[in-house]
């Protein structure tokens, strides 16, 4: 019996009841079991929980009305987001009911933006969690470490080191919270069972002096593990992950950008796994980018793209929207050309110094840019890139607050009658723009969709909403879809299909095509996320990667495997 308990089944395949070892004291602190005051009057007696609850008995709903009420008084958003983690560490089917009930004031304190001050606060607010832990100096262990959690039934062990937590930097091993919200997301979004989630720090030091010289820190406390040392790590770790946990997919979570592009291309065929912050995002974005061609009215071949802030997730985006214009029948090389790279030090012209490898395909010709109007050649700034290149399309992955401004947006305007607007840095503070600014700056005709969320907009006696481009759209989707398909590995083309599946969900959502919206609302992300699921293991199956039978019925496998906040009745062994 994994985690002193075991479940149940039916002739259906669903979850009917919970088997279970544990009695007293030791029901009510094992969150992944404890029910709280619902444990019911012959369950009271059954496992030794006489005189240990209050008297009355309370249904889940009637639970989460009350911790709601609670919550809803706490005037700050990280200590809402505190008590709602300590919820989850002492009953975890009710903070997921509660969640779920109120998903969209709850996603954004559980996840971006709050996540990012819960990482920050990390050290001073710790308590205990059900993460794992991999310290430098534990790293000769690591056998031992992850072999305790080798029967524990594992689906999703999502991984950071904490090096690029959002747009927040190195934060060491406060990274963790990223892991634990993450898969509050998986489960939130798409239904995975929470005690089949595995967050996992790799606690190689941290390089930000404002941790190393804080007497409360709780990590490794000495500079990151650079070079061979980092990488014989990184070995060492993904080794023992597939020798003790064969079944269960790597998730890789905010790592810098050199580090996050290295794991993948070293692991990706080697075993189960994917990086969100490349992959996802990129899917993501495409999936908003496909859905505002559709809205523009302009052909797919004549748009230009403006990407600010070329780095892991800006290059991720722009290669995956490439591979998707070649599939649309474009050449490899003009599909490229659609897109104009503005870094640090500009728009990335071939005579530049510092243009990295992954750039390249996208570095634009003197030649070309030798006839545009500049006030520094050697520096040309978006607002020049507006102006000259004419694009229909900005996506911001800079963290530079603010800098899809006024004079750069409406340079843009002026060429495009419905521009795309895709300020995707987090948190809030770091957004290059924001929809109020965005609506009228075009005259409400923007089509926009931000990295975090934004309220609604009030423009001219109309409501404009924009989309937020929320990995939490597809990831869920692609994770589950690879473990339920039992993918050996997740290729490009299951990104795609989650992609297109994303896209048409948005093509028949009503709520999108009456207010040009790119993705659905928020509330339909449990069911987008199905048909992505169903997308990804069709794919897996056709790309040949898959451990499961070709005829298989996916979407009673899917529903079998679906997860609800809700308590099963238990049965003691
Ligand atoms: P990164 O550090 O790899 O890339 C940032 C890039 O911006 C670097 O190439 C950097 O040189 C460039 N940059 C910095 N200052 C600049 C300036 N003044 N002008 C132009 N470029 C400048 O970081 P990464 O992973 O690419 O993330 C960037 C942002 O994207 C973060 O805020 C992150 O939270 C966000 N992101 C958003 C997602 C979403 O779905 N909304 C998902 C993943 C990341």
Not at 488 to 514: G, H, P, Q
Request: with cysteine; hydrophobic share 40%.
């Amino acid at each position: 019996m994994s985690n002193n308990f075991n479940e149940i089944r039916g002739n259906n395949g669903k979850v009917e009841a919970i088997e279970t070892n544990l009695s007293g004291e030791c029901l009510l602190l094992n969150p992944k079991l404890n029910k709280g005051t619902a444990f019911t009057r012959e369950e009271r007696i059954q496992f030794g929980l006489s005189g240990r609850l209050p008297n009355r008995v309370e249904t889940i709903e009637e639970q989460s009305s009350r911790v709601f009420s609670v919550y809803s008084g706490i005037a700050d958003n990280l200590e809402k987001s505190s008590y709602l983690y300590n919820l989850n560490e002492t009953n975890t089917t009710l903070f997921y009911k509660v969640a779920e009930d109120h998903i969209e004031e709850v996603m954004p304190v559980v996840y971006t933006p709050v996540v990012g001050r819960s990482v920050q606060e990390f050290s001073k607010l710790w308590n205990q969690n059900r993460a794992v832990y991999i310290a430098s100096e534990d790293i000769d262990r690591v056998d031992e470490i992850l072999a305790q959690y080798t029967d524990g039934g594992y689906e999703i062990a999502i991984v950071t080191d904490g090096e690029r937590i959002l747009g927040i930097g190195d934060q060491g091993v406060g990274g963790v919270n990223i892991s634990v919200g993450k898969l509050m997301v998986y489960t939130l979004c798409g239904g995975l069972n929470p005690s089949k989630a595995l967050p996992v720090v790799l606690d190689v030091g941290t390089n930000s002096e404002l941790l190393l010289n804080d007497k409360f820190y709780l990590g490794a406390r000495h500079p990151r593990l650079k070079g061979d040392a980092y990488d014989a790590f990184i070995k060492k770790f993904v080794e023992s992950f597939k020798k003790n946990l064969p079944q269960t997919l790597l998730h890789w979570e905010d790592f810098s950008g050199d580090n996050a592009r290295k794991n993948l291309s070293l692991y990706r065929d080697k075993l189960c796994t994917f990086n969100d912050d490349i992959q996802g995002t990129a899917a993501v974005t495409l999936a908003c980018v496909l859905s505002g061609i559709g809205f523009s009215g302009i052909d797919l071949k004549d748009h230009r793209v403006v990407l600010f802030g070329a780095g892991a997730a800006g290059t991720g985006i722009a290669y995956q929207i490439c591979d998707a214009f070649t599939r649309f029948g474009m050449k490899e090389e003009e599909a490229f050309k659609m897109f104009y790279l503005v870094d640090r030090y500009g728009l990335i012209v071939e005579d530049m110094g510092s243009i990295q490898s992954y750039q390249k395909p996208f570095v634009r010709s003197r030649k070309e840019v030798d006839g545009w109007t500049l006030s520094d050649k050697n520096n040309i700034t978006l607002l020049d890139v507006a102006n000259n290149a004419k694009p229909t399309v900005i996506i911001g992955c800079s963290t530079v607050f603010g800098a899809f401004n006024e004079a750069v947006i409406k340079a843009m305007y002026k060429h495009c009658p419905r521009p795309i607007i895709m300020p995707l840095s987090n948190p809030d503070t770091k957004a290059e723009g924001k929809p109020a600014d965005f609506i009228p700056w075009t005259d409400g005709n923007a089509l926009i969709a931000t990295g975090t969320p934004f309220k609604s907009v009030d423009y001219k006696g109309k409501n404009y909403v924009s989309s937020q481009c929320n990995n939490a759209f597809i990831f869920p989707g692609i994770g589950l879809g690879a473990v339920i398909s039992k993918a050996k590995k997740i290729t490009d083309n299951m990104f795609f299909a989650a992609s297109i599946a994303l896209r048409d969900y948005a093509k028949e959502c009503k709520t999108c095509s009456e207010n040009h919206q790119l993705l659905p609302p928020i509330t339909e992300v449990k069911a987008i996320n199905k048909k992505v699921t169903v997308a990804v293991i069709k794919q897996a199956i056709d790309d040949g990667v898959a451990g499961i039978s070709a005829d298989i019925d996916i979407e009673g496998e899917i529903e079998k495997r679906l997860w609800y906040p809700k308590y099963q009745p238990y049965r003691k062994v």
